[in-house]
């Protein structure tokens, strides 16, 4: 059974830091474009970040770029989303999966983050 389990949210500062995790089981993911995604309340998931299989090139929503860094560890089967200078507007719910649909695992519960001014 394949299952995404996303962990590291919490409650910070404006201007703080946090790194999330996203480990996946039942499914190596190693030849798969993953991606961070977000919803916050009241709005629809939009696009985070996301890397290729081999960890060397990544891409960026244009309201966290220069501030978020994704990275994966294809050994341990789990992304990672390093979020510095976090702003009130980046509270949401972080998910993870696979940057395009047909590839896409059923969705883990999320990690939430909430940015306090």
């Known amino acids: 059974q394949v299952q995404l389990a996303e962990s590291g949210g919490g409650l910070v500062q404006a201007g703080g830091s946090l790194r999330l995790s996203c480990a996946a089981s039942?499914?190596?993911?190693?030849?798969?474009?993953m991606a961070w995604f977000r919803r916050a309340p009241g709005k629809a998931r939009e696009f985070v970040a996301d890397?290729?299989?081999?960890?060397?090139?990544?891409s960026y929503a244009d309201s966290v770029k220069g501030r978020f860094t994704i990275s994966r560890d294809n050994a341990k089967n789990t992304v990672y989303l390093q979020m510095d200078s976090l702003k009130p507007e980046d509270t949401a719910l972080y998910l993870c999966?696979?940057?395009?649909?047909?590839?896409?695992?059923?969705w883990g519960q999320g990690t939430q983050v909430t940015v306090s001014s």
């Open positions: 890397i290729d299989w081999s960890g060397s090139s990544a």
């Open positions: 039942g499914r190596t993911f190693s030849s798969y474009v």
């Open positions: 999966n696979a940057k395009t649909a047909d590839y896409r695992m059923p």
